[in-house]
């Protein structure tokens, strides 16, 4: 049990005991206007995605709500193959593109490619453009439709957080659709995911995912030092001069501003002082990590039964090894499959997967209050370790996934799908309907009535 003194109580640090009365709820009303059909559509709308996995899982949902908007028909995203994470994976190799179709054939025409005989036709290219970040559907309405509508075929690059985050709760619930029930990972995926699931289960009751961004060009943006003397220095300098356009950092700022990834020891710190024992079973999904075996030496010494994708399936994993994506996936479906789900860093497949667990029922998450960690692990040779444990108690509630840690509307829509979390009793988390954005490109007579294993006890470490 976590708890800091206070008259809240105690917090099961396994389970989320509040989260039982919430569950995800988007299913669209019956008012919510059907798709158009293909020949009816005022377009064809290709995406190109940006950015690793779960940066392309945002652009892809965003992506079927804008076409939604526009009234067009979705081309199936195109996937990035020139980021950093060098996948040339296309779309059918990462998702079940026949699933993601059918699912979503009641909100949006989707198709996996533009007729041959229409771009036959076609006098100019498909027009290219890029819209502004976090664009509402007004946007969308008043500067790319008519260029839809004159070219016929538009494409949309860099396709990442381009959608604005609070708009109308129908949107948001075709925007859940999306993302937690139509973009379903291949049978191939699916399958070794599932099947290093029970390999963790075979050996624990419960068990911890922790998702470690520690790769050097992750260190290197952060602009952090993480006390690997000029070494580390020079070398995550190095790597910094592939941005041309990034500022010159404090190290010591950024971290006491909490914009700093924890380390893998640190990691292992604060899981327990919060109390999680040693011999609990964690999974750590991760890619390259710098400083290698050394690097996670005190996270293997404070967790000795950890365990990695490459440990569960040797032999499996061969055929997805030259695949980022794939293996972000694998990762991607344990950490979802894990009693808790903790991460050091505040990127992609954090949110995506935060936003998920609360979808599903509020499964416990934890996210590092960096900002108010970073002073404790700085002062942790200065006192014993109760003391540390019950002030990293302190600092941590509130990041623990409780189903009140954010106001409806506050946060990234991503991570907090406020919109989609219903109480069991039928009522929605949150009741306000937000807006009518995007539904004015329907007609009139389209237009929905919308408001317009052991006991849990921390070791001396």
Not at 35 to 49: D, M
Not at 64 to 75: I, K, P, R
Not at 340 to 354: C, D, E, K, Q
Not at 447 to 460: N, Y
Request: charged letters at 30%.
């Amino acid at each position: 049990m976590l708890q800091d003194g206070s008259n809240k109580g105690p917090i099961d640090i396994w389970k989320s005991e509040n989260g039982q009365s919430f569950y995800g709820c988007s299913k669209r009303s019956r008012k919510f206007p059907h798709a158009v059909r293909e020949r009816s559509s005022n377009g064809y709308l290709l995406i190109a995605a940006s950015g690793g996995l779960n940066q392309q899982r945002t652009g892809i949902s965003d992506a079927v709500v804008v076409a939604w908007v526009l009234n067009a028909t979705l081309v199936v995203p195109e996937l990035d193959h020139n980021s950093y994470w060098k996948d040339n994976s296309d779309f059918v190799n990462i998702f079940d593109v026949n699933w993601f179709i059918s699912y979503l054939v009641k909100d949006v025409t989707i198709v996996k490619k533009v007729p041959d005989k229409f771009m036959r036709s076609m006098e100019k290219n498909p027009y290219s453009m890029r819209v502004p970040r976090k664009s509402p559907p007004e946007y969308y309405l008043d500067q790319v439709l008519p260029i839809l509508k004159r070219r016929r075929v538009l494409q949309l690059t860099k396709f990442d957080y381009r959608l604005a985050n609070n708009i109308d709760e129908e949107l948001q619930k075709l925007r859940c659709r999306a993302n937690f029930h139509a973009l379903r990972f291949t049978k191939p995926i699916q399958e070794l995911g599932q099947k290093l699931v029970l390999r963790m289960r075979e050996m624990a009751i419960r068990f911890i995912a922790v998702h470690l961004r520690f790769e050097p060009d992750m260190l290197a943006f952060s602009g952090c030092y993480f006390g690997g003397g000029d070494k580390e220095r020079y070398e995550l300098a190095e790597i910094r001069k592939r941005w041309e356009t990034l500022p010159d950092l404090d190290a010591d700022g950024e971290r006491s501003r909490g914009k700093c990834p924890l380390t893998p020891h640190e990691v292992g710190l604060m899981l327990r002082a919060l109390g999680f024992a040693n011999d609990t079973y964690i999974y750590v999904a991760s890619g390259e990590i710098y400083g290698g075996e050394e690097t996670l030496r005190p996270l293997r010494d404070l967790f000795p039964n950890f365990y990695t994708k490459e440990r569960l399936a040797n032999e499996e994993l061969k055929p997805f090894l030259p695949f980022s994506s794939r293996l972000a996936a694998i990762d991607y479906i344990v950490c979802d499959e894990s009693d808790v789900f903790v991460t050091n860093n505040n990127g992609n497949m954090a949110r995506i997967l935060a936003g998920r667990r609360r979808y599903m029922g509020h499964k416990r998450t934890i996210r590092p209050n960096a900002k108010r960690l970073s002073s404790l692990f700085m002062e942790r040779d200065k006192m014993d370790w109760d003391t540390f444990a019950r002030k990293v108690k302190a600092v941590q509630r509130g990041y623990m996934g409780e189903p009140d840690e954010m106001r409806p509307g506050r946060g990234e829509f991503h991570e907090y799908p406020y919109s989609c979390i219903c109480k069991k009793n039928g009522d929605p988390e949150s009741e306000q309907v937000r807006g009518n954005q995007g539904l004015k490109n329907r007609s009139k007579e389209e237009e929905p009535v919308l408001g317009a294993k052991g006991d849990e006890q921390v070791f001396l470490i």
